[in-house]
Structure formats: structure tokens, C-alpha cells
């Protein structure tokens, strides 16, 4: 496994390459079992699976969550190895945002719905580096995970509007044992936190909104409602602590 830092090598490891299949992996490292079932299943289809990791700075809000984002690139290369990843691409900001930079992707509805009204901005970032990351590593697929289903959302109208050509596949969402979705930023919760983080899961099992805002009482919730996805799902936000969590569940799954 090798590790680029700018654009023109990685597109040069690249080169003798395309004449199979390219996967792309985007993640902004902290890599857990939830990031490395996309690379396991890029793996099985692709011969050569490229991962990013890139901590992208346009897609956070608040000064603070960017800064105290969990980073161990060392651990995170070694990961990455283990899983077979073929090709890493990890550049500095300024590669991805040189100065000057001021083109942006806005998937005007999608993007501002939920997640997107309260992080402003936050699907303009996430596009905005997803298509200059296919337009680096030029994936025949490109891995996601359901757990940002919104995301996935956003990332599809996208490539279908510019007419890229990279087919997306989502994952689905990876848990703990007691059912928390795993997240870099779980890594930010104390005991006691995590406890309460539960209640997420746990409010998103019934598939019922109604009932979910009822085993939400109480905590600090910014949304809990029925996502008019492909397919829809329930999607809920919460602050536990100074961590804000997200999750979600298909809505057809209901026994
Ligand atoms: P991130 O590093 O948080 O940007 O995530 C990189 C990719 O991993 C995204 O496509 C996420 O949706 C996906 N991902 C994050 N958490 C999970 C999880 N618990 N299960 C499956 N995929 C996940």
C-alpha cells in the first residue's frame, strides 16, 4: 500500500492501473469496523481500491468539532493495510483548497433538508469534495455508508445531475453489540454519555416517529423524522454531552 499527498501522484500510481476496476473509499480517518466493511466490499469487486483520507474542513460547522475531529494517521495507514487497500490519498488542505479556491457543488433540496438545516453548508462541503475526489481518483464505484443516509442521498442526486460516470454503492450501517452505530466521534463520549446515546438506537428500533420523540424526551434532539430517501428511512440527530450523534433505520424493516 502506498500513500499520496498531492493530486499528481496519486493520479500517476493511478495510471497503469485503470484497466481494471478503481473503488474509492472516502473517509476522514478514525477508521472503524463501519469504514473498513466498504473497503472489505470494495475489495471483493474492484482490483484496485483506493481510500481518501481527508478530515474535510468545508464540511464541518463549528470551529470546535473540526478541531477536536479524532486524527491518528499512523493507525489509521495501518488499518487501512491490513484491509488491503490498494492506494491511500491523504492530502493537506491547502492540495484540496488552494488559495483562490470558490467553485462549489450545492444539491439545493436534498442538502438542505434535516442534517442540512442544521449544518448549513455541511452537504455543500461534502459534495463539493466528493466530486473533486472522483474527479482525482476517477472510481468506477465509490462506497458509503447508509449510517449518513443523507449523504448518500445527496452524493446520488449529484452524480445522476452531472452525469458522472461512478456508480455508488451504500453499505449498510455497522453497530456496536448494544446497538450504537459505530462513529469516530463516539470515541468523545464518557461512560455515562454512552449510556445515553443509546436511547438512539434504541428510539429508531421502534420505526416509529411518534414513539421514537417519546424514548427521546428529554435529551437534546434536533430532529426525528421520516426521510423521504431511497428508501426512507427514520433519521434522528442528538447532542449527548458536547458530541452530536446521527443515525438511522430503513423504515420497511418494521415487523
Ligand atoms: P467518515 O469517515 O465519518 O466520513 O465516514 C466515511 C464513510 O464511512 C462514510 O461513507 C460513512 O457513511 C461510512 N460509515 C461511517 N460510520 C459507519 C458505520 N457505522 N457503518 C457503516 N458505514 C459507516
Same mark, same amino acid.
Given at each position: 500500500m502506498n500513500t499520496y499527498r498531492t493530486i499528481a501522484d496519486v493520479r500517476a500510481a493511478l495510471e497503469p492501473r485503470r484497466g481494471g476496476t478503481v473503488g474509492l473509499v472516502p473517509t476522514m480517518g478514525a477508521l472503524? $469496523?463501519?469504514? &473498513?466493511? @466498504?473497503?472489505? $466490499? /470494495?475489495?471483493?469487486e474492484?482490483?484496485? =481500491? /483506493?481510500?481518501? @483520507?481527508f478530515v474535510n474542513p468545508t464540511q464541518f460547522g463549528a470551529a470546535a468539532d473540526l478541531e477536536t475531529y479524532p486524527r491518528d494517521e499512523a493507525r489509521d495507514l495501518a488499518a487501512a493495510a491490513d484491509a488491503g487497500v490498494d492506494i491511500v490519498f491523504a492530502p493537506t488542505v491547502t492540495e484540496m483548497y488552494p488559495p483562490g479556491f470558490q467553485t462549489w457543488v450545492d444539491v439545493t433540496e436534498l442538502g438542505s433538508i434535516l442534517e442540512g438545516?442544521?449544518? +448549513?453548508?455541511h452537504f455543500r462541503g461534502v459534495a463539493t469534495?466528493?466530486?473533486?475526489?472522483?474527479?482525482?481518483?476517477? +472510481? !468506477?464505484?465509490? #462506497?458509503f455508508g447508509q449510517k449518513d443516509a443523507q449523504q448518500v442521498a445527496v452524493l446520488r442526486r449529484m452524480?445522476? !445531475?452531472? /452525469? @458522472?460516470? =461512478?456508480e455508488l454503492r451504500d453499505l449498510p450501517t455497522v453497530r456496536d453489540p448494544d446497538g450504537?452505530?459505530?462513529?469516530?466521534r463516539n470515541q468523545r463520549l464518557s461512560t455515562a454519555e454512552r449510556e445515553l446515546a443509546l436511547a438512539l438506537p434504541r428510539a429508531l428500533a421502534t420505526r416509529d416517529p411518534e414513539r421514537a420523540r417519546e424514548l427521546l !424526551?428529554? &435529551? !437534546?434532539?434536533? #430532529?426525528?423524522?421520516v426521510a423521504p430517501f431511497d +428508501? +426512507? =428511512? &427514520?433519521? /434522528? $440527530?442528538?447532542? =449527548?454531552?458536547?458530541?452530536? @450523534?446521527?443515525?438511522?433505520v430503513p423504515i420497511e424493516e418494521a415487523s
Open positions: 472503524h $469496523a463501519g469504514h &473498513l466493511s @466498504l473497503i472489505e $466490499a /470494495a475489495r471483493a474492484c482490483s484496485t =481500491v /483506493a481510500m481518501s @483520507l438545516e442544521h449544518r +448549513p453548508g469534495v466528493c466530486l473533486k475526489l472522483f474527479t482525482i481518483v476517477r +472510481p !468506477d464505484l465509490v #462506497y452524480i445522476a !445531475d452531472l /452525469a @458522472l460516470e =461512478v450504537l452505530a459505530l462513529s469516530s !424526551d428529554g &435529551l !437534546d434532539v434536533d #430532529y426525528v423524522e +428508501p +426512507p =428511512v &427514520l433519521a /434522528a $440527530a442528538i447532542h =449527548v454531552g458536547s458530541t452530536r @450523534l446521527i443515525d438511522n
